[in-house]
Nanobody
Framework: VQLQAYGGGLVQPGNSLTLSCVVS????????LGWFRQAPGREREMVAA????????WYTDPVKGRFTISRDVDKSTVYLQMISLKPEDTAVYYC???????????????????WGKGTQVTVSS
């Protein structure tokens, strides 16, 4: 399984950004998908996840109401739409996939089956 994330960049506080992650080697219905981030000096954390069916989602509290995870099965792509971005959202963002259920994914990413390379998101004026 390969994951390729796109869409990072520099944005001003309050603005929006959408990350994309193309998944190959596995159909989306077979895997749970998540977005993680890691800021300098901080532990990696999962910010959003979507279930294998696509019917369930999970968000960490700091991003609830601002981030939306979704997927397009035909394009084999998972998205992370981010609005009202804050400087504390600055981090390297990673997409990841796991063969287990969404709720079994470790919030720090330990044991996650597949990782993509990160994409930098910087929120700064």
């Amino acid at each position: 399984v390969q994951l390729q994330a796109y869409g990072g960049g520099l944005v001003q506080p309050g603005n929006s950004l959408t990350l994309s992650c193309v998944v190959s080697g596995r159909t989306l219905g077979d895997i749970s998908l998540g977005w993680f981030r890691q800021a300098p000096g901080r532990e990696r954390e999962m910010v959003a996840a979507i279930s294998r069916s696509g019917g369930g989602t999970w968000y960490t509290d700091p991003v609830k109401g601002r981030f939306t995870i979704s997927r397009d099965v035909d394009k084999s792509t998972v998205y992370l739409q981010m609005i009202s971005l804050k400087p504390e959202d600055t981090a390297v963002y990673y997409c990841a996939a796991d063969r287990g259920t969404m709720y079994a994914i470790d919030r720090a990413g330990y044991g996650v089956d597949y990782w993509g390379k990160g994409t930098q998101v910087t929120v700064s004026s």
